[in-house]
């Protein structure tokens, strides 16, 4: 298990505080000498909180101050520097894209070629029609392309019940064949991401970037002060299958110290309901809530231990998240997610799917509350080795490469 500290190269009854609204990040227009042309190629943008669009969001925002242009083609509002196109469902998934806020966006032919064909660089986010249609629109007008590895095939399948391998190796070929071959650079977010596609026989070079964590994530010395009297068990995310936060409900409930924890889920999603009826049974039914993430920051500052159950994942930006606010991180051990890269040692890791080993590690954190709180500074420390500047430079290199490389 690799330390935390390796580089990212290698409810009701609460007190818990409601933050202020997102405020909206200016436009920053016009072109220096060194300055890109991108577009960012990403289906949904308005609402969407999975870690892929927050996490597009972010870098955009940071290129545009940094004095790149930046224009983004996704479903959804008109918007300065976005190209609007029309979102879409598919049939059989319908209602599980319209509850994780994730619209398909429709690739109108005539926009894609007019916006591609001035960009110095095509970034394309997911592996879907949109995405499909870009790259071959950049590949015909010359336009480098760069693709992230956001999204593993398991998540797509588990949320419509298939754990078939064969499935997913289907699917992982199809996006190889489609987008990812297809493109001259893939960003992957964690060695653990990179490794994976290899296996799969991606052919193209890669760039292991993190998604990073941005500095306003960090302890609130207020929010110290007025920790609850419970123990609070935190967990952000899509309430979605893979995520497993049925699994902590039940850990939770076997726990010797149940009559003493809360829970608090914030995210939605299309297990919103199931989980809060499975909750009601707890002494403290979990506290579920969606919130833009910027008002996380008070929920992660006061929570006594972050519990990350997910089966998959490619990183995880919550846990970093978690990390750098100094919040403790008890984190699933699962041979499809990178996630257990940041856990500091044994004691912060649980068999992925265990309910027992999850309530016995949740137990013994309980009950050595010294050490646990010891190891916020360590958290911290190791969350300063993914800061998002270091990612945003990683990221304009990996442009620069491409486009010279045309």
Not at 251 to 265: C, D, G, K, M, W
Not at 343 to 356: K, M, N, P, T, V
Not at 380 to 399: C, Q, T
Request: aromatic share 8%.
């Amino acid at each position: 298990m690799a330390a935390a500290t390796a580089s990212p190269e290698d409810g009701e009854g609460t007190s818990w505080p409601i933050g202020s609204p997102v405020s909206d990040v200016p436009f920053v227009g016009g072109r220096t000498q060194e300055a890109l042309r991108i577009a960012m190629v990403i289906d949904s943008w308005d609402d969407a909180a999975n870690g892929a669009v927050v996490s597009t969001r972010r870098f955009t925002d940071l290129l545009r101050r940094g004095g790149h242009e930046v224009t983004v083609l996704a479903a959804g509002a008109p918007a300065p520097g976005k190209l609007p196109l029309r979102p879409f469902y598919l049939p059989l998934a319908n209602g599980i894209m319209r509850k994780m806020r994730l619209p398909f966006a429709w690739p109108a032919r005539k926009i894609l070629r007019g916006a591609l064909s001035r960009q110095d660089v095509v970034h394309v986010q997911f592996p879907f029609y949109l995405g499909i249609r870009a790259v071959t629109l950049a590949r015909e007008a010359r336009v480098p392309v760069v693709a992230s590895f956001h999204v593993q095939a398991e998540h797509l399948l588990y949320n419509v019940g298939v754990r078939s391998e064969a499935w997913i190796e289907r699917v992982y070929r199809f996006f190889l064949r489609t987008v990812y071959d297809r493109s001259d650079l893939v960003i992957c977010p964690s060695r653990f991401a990179e490794e994976e596609l290899r296996s799969r026989g991606l052919r193209v070079p890669t760039r292991v970037i993190s998604n990073g964590v941005p500095p306003e994530y960090r302890p609130l010395s207020e929010g110290r002060r007025a920790r609850s009297e419970r123990f609070v068990v935190l967990s952000v995310g899509r309430l979605a299958r893979e995520k497993r936060h049925d699994l902590i409900i039940e850990a939770i409930r076997h726990s010797r110290h149940e009559p003493n924890i809360e829970l608090v889920l914030l995210g939605d999603g299309p297990l919103r309901g199931e989980l809060e009826s499975k909750g009601k049974g707890l002494t403290h039914p979990p506290v579920v809530r969606f919130l833009p993430t910027s008002e996380l920051i008070p929920y992660y500052d006061r929570a006594d231990l972050y519990v990350h159950a997910a089966e998959v994942e490619v990183e995880c930006m919550s846990v970093l998240e978690a990390m750098a606010c100094g919040l403790p991180c008890l984190i699933a051990r699962s041979p499809r997610s990178a996630t257990p890269q940041f856990a500091l040692s044994d004691a912060f890791l649980f068999e992925a799917g265990s309910r027992g080993d999850l309530t016995s590690k949740l137990d013994h954190l309980i009950e050595h509350r010294d050490e646990l709180e010891a190891s916020r500074s360590a958290h911290r420390e190791a969350a300063g080795a993914y800061a998002i500047d270091r990612s945003l430079e990683k990221l304009v290199e990996a442009y620069r490469e491409v486009t010279h490389r045309i």
